[in-house]
């Protein structure tokens, strides 16, 4: 027994693993510690807490986005009753999960485990998925379900299991419509299935779902509910949402500002009586944040280099039909690529106002093509990485007080917000100064 | 093999500085504005020892003298005090303090000597940074140097039971 164990300890993957595990293990404790913390609402989360509460009262929901966020933030209060605690349980679950599934994606695009475990381990230690494990928000369970859609979809052998990735893209669309940009994703996985046609075919599922769960809402907020009314909701939120083009609030930024990023989400702010404060900051790990906008540059450049030699060798036909048969890590990297812009082609094309937590459920599969990256690179300089991912870890450590919520000093938070226009992201200072 | 031996004492360094930088910046900090709970140890002879010199005024309230201890200000409210974690404080007012009075109107009349040192916590608000201050722990002494002082004006204060 010993002698396995100290055999398994001169693995060339256990330091590694080991590395990782802690950093999960980090990762989950940062968000469960003081989940109950505030016990008032903070941030966004009155906009789909009190709205949760007002399906569980049988009544009209006012929020501007399809009802399963808001069910599935219910479901707890329904359980355990009105508390903190039970308003973050579903997006606290959902956030863990989140962390399996880069782990997952990242094995699936690297095709070595221990992509899995720095995937996982890089998600875990991220503050931008952290902070919307903490709080009553939809955008972290959103980005749950558009991963869990996409693994789903790649995973599936065959037409009925990839029925399983459409329900669950209706499900994530049934959170926030924004998720039917990944629609293009799964039909291209979809095609290159062995059955394309009946695997595409499935797809029709997601609408299916999306107005199940809709009508659920409605029926729920004793409300007309159907198809016809679920059409009508989803054109008046349409309208709504399209009209929202005023640029005024002073946390908006956009597409293109989100790679640094600018303007970081403040969310709490509690003074103590020693002069401490609990800060919750939604900017992420900034080393996995540019970390990201690295490895897209290295992904795309890769596809393009893979493009430009297949072009040479006038081969482009057979190239490009293994690139859509999603085989060798080149055409994998070129799906995940298109599934991190999936999300970001709306802010693209469009006047809408928008935040920079529009950016996650494209970050979540940018963390996955680092995990990849990494994992390419352990293969080669295996030291030299292994050390890089501990920086990263290192990193994680460094900005886990503002993530967690643990008592830090004003000049400790300020030591951590690196740019002056972090301020207000770190909770240093108000939006609306100055 | 020596490799993997190198991975893990990496390893070893990572876990041991990680709760370095995850508790950096945690200790209890001043800055203007802050509410903090402070702890002073005093003794009611200190009523008359403690003084400051400063030739401006903060926020309405200034030392008991100028000039370097040279002039008197008679309407001079600020009190130097060290506390339990050795940061120089001055505090408008801390004798008049309710709780602090009493103790101090308890020991008058008996010796200096005989007095008992207490403990006061207070609620303080941080109010600014103070720079040119001169105090002194014992009357008729000379003054330190000027030095930095935190400006800190008590919401409440009680004395801890000894």
Redesign the interface.
């Known amino acids: 027994m010993r002698r396995k164990f100290l055999q398994s300890?001169?693995?060339?993957d256990?330091?590694?693993i080991?590395?990782a595990i802690?950093m999960i293990v980090f990762g989950i404790g940062l968000r469960a510690q003081r989940l109950a913390f505030p016990r008032g609402l903070t941030w966004d989360e009155h906009h789909f807490v009190l709205n949760a509460k007002t399906y569980l009262a049988h009544q009209p929901d006012l929020n501007d986005h399809p009802p399963l966020g808001k069910l599935l933030i219910a479901l707890p209060i329904h359980l355990l009753g009105d508390t903190s605690l039970a308003w973050r349980l579903a997006p606290f679950l959902l956030g863990c999960v989140n962390i399996v599934l880069v782990g997952l994606i990242a094995a699936w695009v690297a095709e070595r485990r221990t992509a899995f475990w720095v995937g996982a381990a890089l998600a875990a230690v991220d503050g931008f998925l952290i902070a919307y494990s903490r709080s009553a928000l939809l955008d972290g369970m959103l980005a749950c379900l558009c991963m869990a859609a996409v693994l789903t979809a790649l995973r599936a052998r065959s037409w009925p299991s990839f029925a399983l990735a459409s329900l669950l893209l209706g499900s994530a669309c049934a959170i926030k419509y924004s998720a039917v940009v990944f629609v293009p994703v799964l039909l291209w996985v979809a095609l290159s299935k062995p059955s394309a046609l009946a695997t595409a075919a499935t797809l029709v599922l997601s609408p299916a779902a999306y107005t199940g769960w809709f009508s659920l809402g409605l029926w729920m907020a004793k409300q007309p509910f159907g198809p016809s009314a679920v059409v009508a909701e989803t054109k008046r939120l349409y309208l709504h949402h399209a009209s929202l083009t005023h640029w005024k609030h002073p946390l908006l930024s956009h597409w293109y500002e989100w790679f640094l990023p600018t303007r970081p989400i403040p969310m709490r702010n509690d003074?103590l009586?020693?002069?401490?404060m609990r800060v919750l900051t939604a900017m992420g790990n900034p080393l996995v944040w540019w970390l990201v906008n690295l490895a897209l540059l290295f992904a795309i450049g890769s596809v393009v280099v893979a493009l430009v030699l297949a072009l040479r060798r006038r081969a482009l036909g057979p190239a490009t039909r293994r690139a859509l048969a999603l085989a060798g890590p080149t055409a994998r990297r070129s799906l995940i690529v298109a599934a991190w812009c999936a999300p970001i082609v709306p802010w693209w094309v469009s006047a809408r106002d928008s935040y920079v937590y529009h950016y996650l459920p494209a970050y979540a599969f940018g963390v996955v093509l680092v995990a990849a990256l990494f994992a390419d690179a352990l293969r080669r300089f295996?030291?030299a990485a292994?050390?890089a991912l501990?920086v990263v870890?290192?990193v994680g450590?460094?900005y886990?007080?503002v993530w967690g919520q643990?008592?830090?000093?004003?000049?400790?938070?300020e030591?951590?917000a690196l740019w002056r226009r972090w301020h207000v992201g770190f909770t240093l200072r108000s939006p609306f100064d100055p | 093999m020596q490799t993997t031996a190198a991975r893990w004492g990496a390893l070893a360094i990572w876990l041991a500085t990680a709760p370095l930088l995850a508790f950096s910046g945690s200790s209890p900090s001043f800055h203007p504005g802050a509410i903090v709970d402070v702890d002073i140890s005093l003794v009611s002879s200190d009523a008359q020892d403690l003084s400051c010199s400063w030739d401006r005024s903060a926020w309405g309230h200034t030392c008991g003298h100028r000039d370097g201890g040279r002039t008197v200000q008679a309407h001079g409210t600020l009190v130097p005090t060290v506390t339990a974690d050795r940061k120089t404080l001055v505090v408008p007012g801390l004798f008049r303090e309710p709780q602090v009075a009493a103790r101090v109107a308890a020991d008058a009349g008996r010796e200096r000597d005989a007095q008992q040192r207490f403990v006061v916590r207070c609620r303080v608000r941080v109010l600014q940074q103070l720079s040119g201050v001169q105090v002194r722990f014992a009357a008729g002494a000379a003054f330190e140097p000027p030095s930095k002082q935190w400006l800190v004006a008590p919401l409440a204060c009680q004395v801890l039971p000894g």
Do not use: M
Not at chain 1, 273 to 276: A, F, L, M, N, P
């Open positions: 300890l001169r693995a060339p256990a330091p590694l080991t590395a802690v003074p009586s020693d002069g401490r295996r030291t292994f050390v501990l870890g290192q450590f460094y886990s007080p643990n008592p830090i000093s004003r000049e400790g938070v030591q951590r």
